[in-house]
């Protein structure tokens, strides 16, 4: 059983920081493909970045540039590192893992951007 274990939401002003991590339990992470979603109130869940086994990343265009995911294969962990945070990236987000046809997902942490 894959497990994936969210950390590091919180309400942060405009303009500040966050850093999430996720914990992947259960399997061989290094093969799997991961990435962040995030889903706001009344909006669908959206992906926000992937990054393969081998590095490669993704980012939608909202965050391109402020946003950085990044993996640790030795500490079944993978991260993401939010810049310059605005209201409208207030969502709940959460981690994902998926090979092949097998796909499992975090619990979501809430971030909230606000004054």
């Known amino acids: 059983q894959v497990q994936l274990v969210e950390s590091g939401g919180g309400l942060v002003q405009p303009g500040g920081s966050l850093r999430l991590s996720c914990a992947v339990s259960?399997?061989?992470?290094?093969?799997?493909?991961t990435g962040w979603y995030r889903q706001a109130p009344g909006k669908e869940r959206e992906l926000v970045a992937s990054?393969?086994?081998?590095?490669?990343?993704t980012y939608t265009d909202s965050v391109q540039a402020r946003f950085t995911i990044s993996r640790d294969n030795a500490k079944n962990a993978v991260d993401l590192q939010m810049n310059s945070l605005k209201p409208e990236d207030t969502a709940v987000y959460y981690c994902?893992?998926?090979?092949?046809?097998?796909?499992?997902w975090g619990q979501g942490t809430q971030v909230t951007v606000s004054s």
């Open positions: 994902k893992a998926w090979y092949g046809g097998l796909h499992y």
């Open positions: 259960g399997s061989v992470f290094s093969m799997w493909w």
């Open positions: 990054i393969s086994p081998s590095g490669s990343t």
